[in-house]
């Protein structure tokens, strides 16, 4: 999405893998939790700051991220997919 230019694709596609990854598999889907409060069970929450902070702009204030936005999402997240990766490859 993000090599398409889809910056806010991309990044609620990021925020979602963050909340798989952090809770059960289904979080993202059926939780009645904010993005905010998924996040907040991170052991270190607020190195995930720029990923809530850009998804919470772009969906909840329609305002669509740029690269720069998206690559500090995307470095924030970058943690969490590499957990995700390693889990389905076990």
Avoid: C, H, N
């Avoid at 995930?48 to 998206?70: I, Q």
């Amino acid at each position: 999405m993000a090599a398409a230019g889809d910056y806010a694709g991309a990044i609620r596609q990021l925020a979602g893998g963050v909340a798989g990854a952090l809770g059960d598999g289904r979080a993202w889907e059926a939780s009645p939790l904010t993005v905010r409060e998924l996040f907040s069970k991170a052991s270190e929450p607020a190195s995930l700051r720029p990923l809530l902070l850009a998804f919470e702009a772009a969906v909840y204030g329609g305002r669509p991220p740029d690269a720069e936005t998206y690559r500090s999402a995307e470095t924030a997240a970058g943690p969490f997919r590499a957990r995700q990766a390693a889990v389905r490859a076990a």
